[in-house]
C-alpha cells in the first residue's frame, strides 16, 4: 500500500496514525539518556498493525543496575482494536502479556495475570492512540487492567529529541497509573512522563 491509500486508510477510521510510518522517541531518566522507544505502522486494507520496540538501561559507575525491553504487536480491523501481545524483558525475567476481543470484552492473559475478561472499552497501553485515556487501559507490561482519571493542565512546549520544541496539551493519569502523556493539534503522541525509581521522560525525533 503506498503512503496516501495508507493515511487515507487510517484517517477513515479516526485513528491518529502519524504521517510517517513511525514515530520514535528517546527515553530519558533524571535527564540523561537511558533508551529508546520505537512504534511502526503497517497498513494493509482494513487492517492496521503495530509493532513497537522498548530498550533501556540505568548505569551506575559504568555497571548496568537496571534492564527493560519490550516488544509488542497490536492489531485493529475496521478501526476496532482486535489483540495485543508483548514479551517484556525486566532485568533477565522473561513477561508474557496477550489479550485478544472476543464477545462481550477482550480475554487477557500473562506470565503474572490468570486469565480474565476485560471490558469492551479496553484499549492498550501503548500511547499511541488518544483514545486509551476514554475507557480502560491495559497495561501491556503486566497484564491488569485499569480504570483511570485524566485531567488536562493545558498545552506546554515539549523539548524533542532533535533540540527544538513542539506544542501539545498535557493530560494527567491517575488512579491506578500515575503518569503525563502529551498530543498535538493532530492527537499524535509527542511526550511522556513518570516516576519509577527516577524521573522518566520521552523526547521525540521530529
Request: charged letters at 15%; aromatic letters at 12%; glycine letters at 10%.
Amino acid at each position: 500500500m503506498d503512503r496516501r491509500a495508507f493515511l487515507l486508510n487510517a484517517s477513515a477510521y479516526s485513528l491518529p496514525v502519524p504521517s510517517g510510518d513511525a514515530m520514535h522517541f528517546r527515553v530519558l531518566r533524571n535527564g540523561e539518556p537511558v533508551g529508546d522507544h520505537t512504534i511502526r505502522f503497517n497498513a494493509s486494507g482494513n487492517s492496521l498493525s503495530i509493532s513497537i520496540s522498548v530498550s533501556g538501561r540505568v548505569m551506575f559507575a559504568g555497571i548496568p543496575v537496571f534492564s527493560y525491553t519490550m516488544k509488542a504487536s497490536e492489531y485493529w480491523e475496521d478501526g476496532v482494536f482486535q489483540r495485543v501481545q508483548s514479551v517484556v524483558n525486566k532485568d533477565g525475567t522473561p513477561i508474557e502479556v496477550h489479550a485478544e476481543r472476543i464477545s462481550g470484552g477482550y480475554s487477557v492473559q500473562g506470565t503474572n495475570v490468570p486469565r480474565y475478561v476485560a471490558p469492551p472499552n479496553l484499549l492498550p497501553l501503548t500511547y499511541w492512540n488518544k483514545a486509551m485515556l476514554n475507557g480502560t487501559i491495559l497495561n501491556i507490561s503486566t497484564g491488569h487492567s485499569y480504570p483511570v482519571i485524566v485531567t488536562s493542565p493545558g498545552w506546554n512546549a515539549l523539548p524533542t529529541a532533535n533540540g527544538g520544541t513542539i506544542t501539545a496539551q498535557r493530560f494527567d493519569i491517575s488512579g491506578k497509573l500515575h503518569m503525563s502523556v502529551w498530543y498535538d493539534q493532530n492527537n499524535t503522541w509527542c511526550g511522556l512522563e513518570f516516576q519509577r525509581d527516577g524521573d522518566f521522560r520521552y523526547e521525540k525525533y521530529i
